[in-house]
């Protein structure tokens, strides 16, 4: 057998795609940590609800087979998507989870120097995923008030531009994107530009003057719908997403997709969700209740945030962030920071929504005492 030295291994090192090193690295939500203080883990945007019911039965149902490989096709859950939008099944394609089919549409479309435009500060797995594919990210900033910049995207559209990414409610500010907003991009947008309507989080988003991504799709024949099973109906564990496309765009994304990426556990879960769909509408209600009270607890602090349609809520702390951060740990809030710019915290169970109010008037103080006069946050 043949050995090699770490000199020898260091001489013969693969070399790496040159994009790896400029690549950010993807920062999941902090999990709780052992400590004497309950914590809540509101850093993730999880569903703080448990599997319905009938879905656990589904996936109970299923597990046996586990030593069988999925339905790569995912026709059933296929069919009960196009069946749930009024779309042909030719224009539903899956992946493990929509951050995976976002993947799909940036490798299907984008060639080496393309450019993929979208909000910032919006989903940190954008730039990734557009690196990844060799594509250049072309971040424009978000308006004072943290929504999509949709005049200023619209002229960062180049003749290298391939796909605009949309996220609405954006992650992680939870602001939408108006209907009209978005019928006003698409004029100025050529059609040879995809744009991708990243919604995950739609199912929480109740401001009737939003744009929903499915009116658009309907209408605009160069727009691609994202949606995921993760959020709203609780199966963020076991990864399934999908686009609602063109059926060319579709083709393209099972043409790239990873094989047999959506796990049949994945695919009985989703169809039992579809089924439930009202259990599930009571859970999103409940939470957008919570969203709403936390809201009101806030700006009743002194806070001025947005309005978020999402499951969660964005708090711009700027440069004291990381100092805001380990206040919410104190009291056992495990929150999602973005360094220099804000905390998204989630919205939880109602004992851990409460105990994330009473630790963010601690971090209003520590604010007020640091910044005179008080900065926007």
Not at 127 to 150: C, F, M, N, Q, Y
Not at 338 to 343: Q, Y
Request: charged share 20%.
């Amino acid at each position: 057998m043949t050995t090699h030295s770490s000199g020898d291994a260091a001489r013969s090192a693969v070399s790496l795609r040159a994009a790896l090193q400029s690549l950010p690295p993807y920062k999941p939500g902090k999990s709780a940590a052992s400590s004497d203080v309950i914590q809540y883990k509101l850093s993730s945007n999880e569903n703080p609800y448990p599997p319905l019911p009938s879905v656990l039965d589904a996936v109970n149902q299923m597990s046996p087979e586990m030593n069988l490989y999925p339905d790569m096709t995912c026709q059933a859950v296929t069919e009960a998507v196009a069946q749930r939008w009024g779309v042909e099944p030719s224009s539903v394609s899956f992946g493990s989870g929509s951050v995976e089919v976002a993947s799909q549409i940036i490798r299907a479309v984008c060639d080496e120097g393309d450019e993929v435009v979208f909000a910032w500060r919006s989903f940190e797995a954008y730039p990734i995923l557009a690196g990844l594919a060799g594509a250049t990210a072309v971040k424009v900033p978000l308006t004072e008030d943290e929504r999509h910049d949709l005049p200023a995207m619209a002229a960062a559209v180049t003749e290298r531009t391939k796909v605009v990414l949309v996220c609405t409610p954006n992650n992680p500010t939870g602001t939408s994107v108006t209907a009209d907003e978005l019928h006003a991009f698409m004029k100025q947008v050529p059609e040879h530009v995809l744009v991708v309507v990243d919604e995950a989080y739609v199912h929480f988003n109740v401001d009737p003057a939003a744009a929903r991504g499915i009116d658009f799709f309907r209408e605009y024949p160069n727009v691609v719908v994202l949606h995921t099973f993760s959020k709203a109906y609780g199966l963020a564990g076991l990864r399934i997403g999908y686009a609602i496309a063109p059926a060319y765009i579709s083709a393209a994304l099972r043409a790239v997709a990873i094989p047999f990426g959506v796990t049949n556990l994945a695919q009985q879960a989703a169809l039992a969700s579809l089924a439930a769909e009202s259990e599930v509408e009571e859970r999103i209600t409940a939470l957008v209740d919570q969203r709403d009270h936390v809201h009101r607890q806030l700006t009743e602090q002194g806070w001025d945030i947005v309005e978020s349609q999402a499951n969660f809520v964005w708090l711009r702390t700027g440069p004291h962030t990381t100092a805001a951060e380990e206040i919410f740990t104190r009291h056992g809030v495990i929150v999602r920071a973005f360094a220099d710019e804000g905390i998204r915290v989630s919205i939880g169970s109602p004992a851990a929504n409460q105990t994330f109010i009473v630790a963010a008037q601690d971090v209003r103080a520590h604010l007020d005492g640091a910044t005179t006069p008080r900065n926007r946050s």
